[in-house]
């Protein structure tokens, strides 16, 4: 969990940004994260569904939709091809895992790093994910698609269906050329002369 303004210091924020006649905007990525920016008085929270991988309480749900903030979900990500790939993608791992607990002698105890591996390769984040989304949802909470997003995780809106986890230069298109640029100087692939 990462909180980065205390309770005070987002009161503060939002009230210069009210000032303004401007909305104010969250970046969630925990349970106690968005709840401290909902009572500070925040009018956004991009990607409320991301919790990973907790559910979100219902508490929390219910407080979103009384204080009327909009959800901005990465419904991209949890929808669509994404989400028919991830089911495939769970369909194969899942035998994998029960092919290798059948040949496993059943005395060792699995690692952490082990579980967290078959959660990766299960995808349970994403999973919960959706599920929270579509709690969100059900509640009725005003919400929508967001664009705080990772490039090419809608891959029906993509010109060449590339994988998630692809190199840099798969994922350069049109429209993301500066983030492009960014990306490869960060890896040291483009000088900084961009
Ligand atoms: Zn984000």
Redesign the pocket.
Known sequence: MFIGFSLDAQKALIEEVHKRNLMSDT?S?SIEGPKLSILAGVDVI??PE?LDPREMPDELVQMIKERKIIGSMLVNQITGDAWKRHLKTKETNQKKQAEAAADADGTKTKTLAERRQEDRDLGRAIDMRRRNAEKLVRAGVILTPGT?NYIGTAPEFRRSPTRLNSSVDDRCGPGLVFICHLQKRASGAEDAAV
């Open positions: 970046h990525t991009q990607h991301v705080d």
